[in-house]
C-alpha cells in the first residue's frame, strides 16, 4: 500500500512536469517553424495542457479500466469548475469577455448532451462515438482559430504574461518534448496501476479513485496556475481556458479513451437500484457547469456567491464518494 501512494505520487509529479516539458519544447519548435501564435495557443499549447488527462484516461482504457478511464474525464470538469475556477471567485470576482464564453460554452453543452444521451440510454460508448468526439475536437480548433482572427481580442486574457519565450538550441526543444512526452506516458502509467491497487486497499470503485484523487493530480497544473496567478495579483483568470479546458475532457480526453477501447458507464455503485454516475456524477457535472457558465454570460459579471457554492460542491462531492 505504501508503495502504490508513494508510485501514485511520483505518477503526478512525472504528469506536471511531463506537462510543462511538453509545452515548451512544442511552443519553442512551434515558434521556430514562424507558427502564428493563435495557432499555437489553440493548438500546441491546448493540446499539450490537457495531454496528462489523455495519456491516464487512453492507458486506463487500454488496460480495460473504465472505473479510471471515465471517473477521470468527468472529475476533472467537475474539478476544473468547483475548484481550481471557483477560487479565484471568491477572491476576486469581476467581469467576463460574454463574446469568449460562447463558443466554447455552447460546443460544451452541445458535447455534454450527446454524452448524456447515450449515458441515460444504452450506458456504452462505441468506437464510433469516440472517432465523432476527436472530429468535433478538430472542427472546434478550426473555428477557435478562425474566431480569433476575426477578432483578435478574443485571444487575450486581460493579465500579463510573465512568461518569456527563451532562446534554445532546436535539439534542446526537441529533446524536451520527447522527454515530456515519456515522462507523462510514464506517469499516466503509474497513475492507472497504483490508483487502481490504492482503490482494491481502500475497499471503494476505482470509479471514485478517477473522479476524486487522478482527477485532481491531473488538474494540478491548472490548480498551481489559479494560485499563482492569485498570489501575484493577477486576479480573475480567463473563464474560457477553463470551460475549454472541460470541452477537451469530453471529446478529447473521453474520444481518444473511447476510440482506443469502447466501454460501458461503470456500475460500481448503485443509488435507490440506478447507476451512481447517472443519479450523482453527470447531474453535478451540468450543475456545476451550469452555475459557472450561465449567470457570466447573462449580466457578463461573475459574483463570489458563485464561487462559494461551487467550492461547498466540490467539498460535498469529493466527500460522498469515499463515505456513500
Known amino acids: 500500500m505504501v508503495v502504490a501512494v508513494l508510485l501514485f505520487l511520483v505518477g503526478f509529479v512525472l504528469l506536471i512536469k511531463g506537462g510543462d516539458w511538453f509545452v515548451d519544447g512544442s511552443v519553442g519548435i512551434a515558434h521556430r517553424f514562424h507558427l502564428p501564435e493563435l495557432l499555437i495557443g489553440a493548438t500546441v499549447v491546448s493540446i499539450g495542457t490537457t495531454l496528462p488527462e489523455v495519456m491516464v484516461s487512453s492507458q486506463a482504457a487500454m488496460q480495460g479500466n473504465a472505473g479510471i478511464s471515465y471517473g477521470n474525464a468527468i472529475g476533472s470538469i467537475i474539478c476544473n469548475t468547483s475548484l481550481i475556477a471557483a477560487i479565484p471567485i471568491v ?42 468526439y476527436l472530429i468535433v475536437f478538430i472542427c472546434y ?25 527563451k532562446d534554445r538550441p532546436f535539439w534542446q526543444e526537441v529533446v524536451l518534448l520527447v522527454i515530456g512526452a515519456a515522462a507523462i506516458a510514464l506517469g499516466a502509467n503509474f497513475l492507472v496501476d497504483n490508483g487502481t491497487k490504492i482503490a482494491e486497499a481502500l475497499g471503494v470503485p476505482s470509479s471514485v479513485i478517477g473522479l476524486t484523487m487522478v482527477a485532481l ?15 501575484k495579483g493577477h ?71 458563485q ?18
Open 91 to 132: 477572491f476576486k470576482p469581476g467581469l467576463v469577455n460574454k463574446k469568449s464564453l460562447t463558443l466554447p460554452t455552447a460546443f460544451f453543452f452541445a458535447a455534454a448532451i450527446s454524452y448524456c444521451i447515450i449515458a441515460y440510454t444504452s450506458g456504452r460508448f462505441t468506437r464510433l462515438m469516440g472517432v465523432c
Open 217 to 231: 493530480g491531473t488538474s494540478l497544473p491548472e490548480l498551481i496556475t489559479a494560485i499563482q496567478s492569485l498570489l
Open 141 to 165: 480548433l478550426i473555428i477557435s482559430v478562425m474566431q480569433m482572427k476575426k477578432n483578435p481580442e478574443l485571444a487575450e486574457n486581460g493579465e500579463d504574461d510573465d512568461t518569456e519565450q
Open 235 to 305: 486576479g480573475l483568470l480567463s473563464l474560457g481556458n477553463v470551460i475549454g479546458a472541460n470541452l477537451f475532457n469530453i471529446i478529447l480526453v473521453s474520444g481518444a479513451a473511447i476510440t482506443i477501447s469502447p466501454f460501458a458507464i461503470p456500475a460500481e455503485k448503485v443509488i435507490a437500484g440506478m447507476n451512481s454516475s447517472l443519479v450523482i456524477d453527470i447531474p453535478v457535472m451540468l450543475g456545476v457547469m451550469s452555475i459557472l457558465c450561465f449567470p457570466a454570460l447573462a449580466t457578463g459579471k461573475l459574483k463570489r456567491w
Open 307 to 324: 464561487g462559494i457554492l461551487l467550492l461547498c460542491i466540490y467539498v460535498v462531492f469529493t466527500g460522498y464518494q469515499f463515505v456513500s
